[in-house]
């Protein structure tokens, strides 16, 4: 009967060539997929327009100078993205996962950074690193099937989809790690910590307000202790389930020729039953002031300004 030539996958036969040859299936939105001819302009199936498509290609390569190794990585990641073949097709990333050599007498097939063989072919193969998660980067033999390494998966991504709320993950080769954070235990603690087995507090929440006095007459130690505390990070971990979530100096008291001088730090402020109580060394506005010509009797120290103004 003559030729036939039909097109694979998301390839059809232009409107033109439709019409110019006898079809073997419909013509839909003016292109169609068979024709029974062999078009004399060597013309191929072309992408359908609108559509895109990916395509893996493993490519082997074979030399025997480790060196082109390396210049081969170099130059797999000096490439810019997306890399044009045609007016329709990209290379969108190109991936060095395996490098084979000959140890010896016997084969040795390394996974590159980030890629890993998979489970089976661990142990199908002897391995030269440890498994972990399943997986091992390095195993002493040349997969029959041909088989390449392949690239692991970070979990982690969206690590609460993984691990649920109030817990860390850690990726891991062809695995991941999920961890509670501190004051946090699985609500099962027979079975690994997941989003479905979440993490919940362990204690409910307390909070404590601990007033500290030193005792210094060098006005230098409390400019040094002023530093000390604006340089710590918070909250700062003591224990699993205690933090300090906030560290202040309130109070600094010294002597003078006339006796015990009390002055309020930064937002803090004397309340108005010891400004009566003592005599002030500055303004009472809005009910407090700063400073005091004594020490209170009672160990109190200056109190933030927001208790007196919400």
């Avoid at 007498?105 to 998979?118: G, I, L, N």
């Avoid at 993950?169 to 027979?190: E, M, Q, R, V, Y």
Wanted: hydrophobic fraction near 30%.
């Amino acid at each position: 009967m003559g030729y036939q030539c039909k097109c694979e996958g998301l390839f059809v036969w232009p409107i033109d060539t439709c019409h110019s040859y006898e079809t073997c299936d419909n013509i839909t939105d003016g292109v169609c997929t068979c024709i029974n001819a062999l078009p004399n302009n060597g013309q191929f199936c072309q992408l359908k327009k609108g559509t895109t498509s990916n395509y893996m290609i493993d490519v082997d390569v074979r030399f025997f100078d480790s060196s082109l190794v390396n210049y081969l990585r170099h130059l797999i990641t000096n490439f810019n993205f997306p890399l044009a073949l045609s007016n329709n097709i990209n290379v969108t990333d190109i991936d060095m996962s395996t490098v084979c050599g000959l140890n010896g007498t016997e084969y040795e097939c390394k996974c590159e950074e980030h890629h890993v063989w998979s489970n089976d072919t661990c142990e199908v193969y002897q391995v030269c690193d440890g498994i972990v998660g399943g997986t091992c980067g390095c195993i002493q033999g040349l997969p029959s099937e041909g088989q390449l390494c392949q690239k692991d998966i970070n979990e982690c991504k969206d690590a609460q989809s993984v691990c649920g709320q109030n817990s860390d993950c850690i990726n891991t080769i062809g695995s991941h790690i999920c961890s509670c954070w501190s004051g946090f235990a699985p609500l099962n603690k027979d079975i690994p910590v997941s989003v479905n087995n979440s993490c919940v507090r362990t204690q409910p929440l307390t909070e404590y307000l601990i007033e500290i006095e030193i005792n210094t007459l060098n006005p230098a130690i409390i400019d040094q202790l002023r530093r000390l505390l604006l340089s710590f990070n918070l909250p700062y971990t003591l224990t699993d389930n205690t933090n300090i979530t906030e560290i202040n100096i309130t109070t600094v008291c010294s002597l003078n020729e006339m006796g015990y001088q009390c002055k309020c730090e930064g937002l803090f402020v004397w309340p108005i039953d010891t400004c009566h109580s003592y005599e002030t060394c500055d303004n009472i506005t809005d009910g407090v002031c700063t400073c005091i010509n004594a020490l209170p009797n009672n160990g109190q120290f200056c109190q933030l300004k927001k208790a007196f103004y919400p």
